[in-house]
T-cell receptor, first 114, second 112 residues
């Protein structure tokens, strides 16, 4: 298995809803990442987990809450989002915590906040 | 402050010819560079990388060149194929920093 799987692929949520994005990899990668990509913009880093511990939070608002239940899973809990949070959310993993050998990205969850 | 820049939003190349995608960076601390390819509705796919200790890395039809003094790298695709049509992102990192910084992307279109 050489993939990063993200679910759901599409999500529409209201500003008062609570939802979660899920990410899974079975490549034995020890670092996992959440990126956010707005239309016609490059992906921007949100969070990094290394060996299941949060190692980087790029000053992301608290309405985004990451969780790493185990080495294969990464969740992003969403609560009280704003319409400007609508974007493609990408999960990635890398073999080691330095990101060597490249990062493997999932297909993303396209989130629309209404 | 855009630390990684891809100044060409789009590029159109004839099938069979060479495609050259360019990328500039401003942070002299970057020591590892990657190219990703992205199709619509998919995540970026890793193509090729280069460490700052090298000036060239080749993998099949893809070659990345790094000019550290100019803070410039380029991706050459030879020969270009229709399946190469996609958005190409240049990315840079400081090894150990766990953070990739992406350029804005270049949309490559290969014409038959």
């Amino acid at each position: 298995d050489t993939e990063v799987t993200q679910t759901p692929k599409h999500l529409v949520m209201g500003m008062t809803n609570k939802k979660s994005l899920k990410c899974e990899q079975h490549m034995g990668h020890r670092a996992m990442y959440w990126y956010k990509q707005k239309a016609k913009k490059p992906p921007e880093l949100m969070f990094v987990y290394s060996y299941e511990k949060l190692s980087i939070n790029e000053s992301v608002p608290s309405r985004f809450s990451p969780e790493c239940p185990n080495s294969s899973l990464l969740n992003l809990h969403l609560h009280a989002l704003q319409p400007e949070d609508s974007a493609l959310y990408l999960c990635a993993s890398s073999q080691d915590s330095q990101g060597n050998y490249g990062y493997t990205f999932g297909s993303g969850t396209r989130l629309t906040v209404v | 402050d855009q630390q990684v820049k891809q100044n060409s939003p789009s590029l159109s190349v004839q099938e069979g010819r060479i495609s050259i995608l360019n990328c500039d960076y401003t942070n002299s601390m970057f020591d590892y560079f990657l190219w990703y390819k992205k199709y619509p509705a998919e995540g970026p796919t890793f193509l090729i990388s280069i460490s700052s200790i090298k000036d060239k890395n080749e993998d099949g039809r893809f070659t990345v060149f790094l000019n550290k003094s100019a803070k410039h790298l380029s991706l050459h695709i030879v020969p270009s194929q229709p399946g190469d049509s996609a958005v190409y992102f240049c990315a840079a990192t400081v090894q150990g920093a766990q953070k990739l910084v992406f350029g804005q992307g270049t949309r490559l279109t290969i014409n038959p």
